[in-house]
């Protein structure tokens, strides 16, 4: 584990009053003294960042998960928290605080104190799609939060219970022709990629498909599995064990580019349908958090998915690593939001 470096003996700002130049009056004499004075204000202020990041962490870091436990956010929390704990010298408890497609747990860390204590994993519904789906959104993805890394590009599966019937989504899109209003479809949550993934394909396929939002992942899955839903568009994390033990038939992936890890399987739109937008997760801080901070956070996250070994676990997960400055992933933010709203848009979603 490596040490941490030592915190200034006289506390997080590096220079004290006493530094300042001594000159008559309040700031000095007239002008030149109160600049004097703003300039050295400016400087213990500048000084004191690399000293608060350099002696940060210095108690247990916090990263909330806003989806139960099982889902791909949970599984790559729980990687990066154990990473990150090694290189930070201290602990890195994950949270699962979920409810409301991510909302819940969003609104708590918009609320929780800026000291870098906090931190939450985001995807592309919580940030970029919410605002679109809810009209009382409790928080602005960009005003309430810091960008500190996009960590992946993620691609979701269609999935099947293997006995349904359909091995391909065109026996899938027959079988529910042939079955109108009785096939259901589950995501993880209202306003999901999920759930817009499923909008997407009964508009382009002309099927009628019933949504059932679950609150996440995990749950979403295991309904499929047994039965009680005959189609999901999943994260691989949660499906892909359920795939490959042949309980789960995937029929098409999302995105531009085959999975790496199912180089087998076909993207949408080479069998004709257009779900070819990809989604991406991140990892964001309360709004004001120190920027040498956030900083520091994302170069070491950055570390941990672009080695080779977390690159590979990372797709194993689902997600195919990326890593960015804060600056990048906040222009992220800024060009897909628009983009998803004009999806969510023409697959006639409305807001709620």
């Known amino acids: 584990m490596r040490a941490i470096a030592p915190r200034s003996p006289s506390g997080p700002s590096a220079v004290q009053p006493a530094s300042l130049p001594r000159r008559p009056g309040r700031w000095g004499g007239g002008a030149a003294g109160f600049l004097a004075g703003l300039a050295g204000m400016f400087l213990a202020f500048s000084v004191s960042l690399p000293v608060f990041s350099q002696g940060w962490p210095d108690k247990p870091v916090k990263l909330v998960a806003p989806y139960p436990p099982g889902g791909q956010t949970d599984l790559v929390s729980r990687f990066l928290a154990d990473r990150l704990a090694a290189v930070l010298g201290q602990a890195v408890i994950v949270e699962n605080k979920a409810g409301a497609q991510g909302i819940v747990g969003l609104e708590a860390v918009k609320n929780s104190p800026p000291d870098g204590s906090t931190f939450v994993y985001v995807n592309v519904s919580n940030i970029s799609i919410?605002?679109?789906?809810?009209?009382?959104?409790?928080?602005?993805?960009?005003?309430?939060?810091?960008?500190?890394?996009?960590?992946?590009?993620?691609?979701?599966?269609?999935?099947?219970?293997?006995?349904?019937?359909?091995?391909?989504?065109?026996?899938?899109?027959?079988?529910?022709?042939?079955?109108?209003?009785?096939?259901?479809?589950?995501?993880?949550?209202?306003?999901?990629?999920s759930h817009i993934y499923g909008e997407m394909l009964k508009g382009?396929?002309?099927?009628?498909?019933?949504?059932?939002?679950?609150?996440?992942?995990?749950?979403?899955?295991?309904?499929?599995?047994?039965?009680?839903?005959?189609?999901?568009?999943?994260d691989f994390a949660a499906v892909g064990p359920f795939v490959k033990s042949g309980r789960l038939i995937a029929l098409a992936v999302t995105g531009p580019k085959r999975w790496p890890a199912f180089p087998d399987l076909k993207t949408f739109a080479e069998l004709g349908q257009p779900l070819d937008i990809a989604g991406w997760n991140g990892i964001m801080a309360p709004a004001n958090t120190p920027k040498a901070v956030v900083e520091r956070m994302s170069a070491e996250i950055n570390k941990v998915i672009q080695s080779p070994d977390g690159r590979e676990r990372m797709l194993q997960m689902g997600l195919l690593a990326t890593g960015t400055t804060p600056d990048e992933f906040a222009e992220v933010i800024r060009r897909d939001t628009p983009r998803w709203g004009e999806v969510i848009r023409k697959a006639g979603i409305k807001p709620e």
């Open 130 to 193: 919410n605002p679109h789906v809810h009209v009382k959104l409790p928080y602005d993805g960009l005003r309430d939060f810091a960008p500190v890394s996009q960590i992946g590009l993620s691609v979701l599966a269609m999935v099947v219970p293997a006995n349904l019937g359909p091995k391909s989504l065109g026996e899938f899109i027959a079988y529910a022709k042939a079955n109108p209003g009785k096939v259901s479809f589950a995501s993880f949550g209202t306003g999901s990629t």
């Open 204 to 234: 382009s396929a002309g099927i009628d498909m019933t949504h059932v939002p679950y609150k996440g992942a995990g749950p979403a899955t295991q309904d499929v599995v047994a039965g009680h839903a005959q189609m999901a568009i999943q």
